[in-house]
C-alpha cells in the first residue's frame, strides 16, 4: 500500500487498485464511488484580517490564493464555487504553487492565501481557529472518491477484502 497524488497507471504499473479523487476520465476501469467530499474555502485569522474576509465571490479581488498544481495537466486549479447551483471558477493571483495537499494545507496554514480542501482535511485546524471558513453560502462543489480496479484481472482475495473493507468504512462514515 502507498499513498501519492501521482496518476498510477494500474496495469503497467501491476497496481492491484486506487483510490481516486475527483472526476474520472473515460477509463475501462471498474469504477465504484466510495464518498462524496465535501469541500470548503478558508484562510487564516491573519490572511483575514490583512486581506479582508470576502462576503462573495464577486468580492475577491485584492485576494490570493495557494495554488494547487494539477499533476496531469500541469495547470493551476482555479478556485470554483457552486452560485445559484452552476460552478462558477475565479482564477486569482497564486504567488505560491504546490502540488500535494500536504503543502498545500501547510501553506494555508503560514497565511499565504485561500485554500478550497475537503471538510475533513481542515476540521482540527477549524475548530482550534488556525483556519477561517469564508464563502460557506457558495460552497466549491463536492468531489468524489472512486475505488478503481482493472475490469479484465483477476483479484485476489486480499484485494476483494481490502475492497470491501474500503466500501464498508465509507459506508459508515
Known sequence: MSESDRWVDLI?????????????????????????LERLTCATPDYLARFGTPVDPFALDGHRMIGIRSLTTGRLRPMEFVIDGAL?????????????????L????????LVQVPRF???????NGT????????????????LLYPRNRQLSPRVRVFI?????????S
Open 88 to 104: 462558477k471558477q475565479f482564477p486569482l493571483p497564486a504567488p505560491m504553487s504546490v502540488t500535494g495537499p500536504e503543502s498545500y
Open 12 to 36: 503497467r504499473e501491476g497496481v492491484d487498485c486506487v483510490l481516486r479523487f475527483g472526476k474520472l476520465p473515460d477509463s475501462d476501469m471498474i469504477a465504484r464511488q466510495v464518498t462524496m
Open 106 to 113: 501547510a501553506s494555508a496554514k503560514l497565511g499565504l492565501g
Open 164 to 172: 470491501d473493507y474500503v466500501m464498508r468504512a465509507f459506508a459508515r
Open 131 to 146: 483556519l477561517v471558513a469564508v464563502l460557506q453560502q457558495c460552497p466549491p462543489p463536492s468531489v468524489p472518491v472512486n
Open 121 to 127: 482535511h481542515a476540521e482540527t485546524d477549524l475548530a
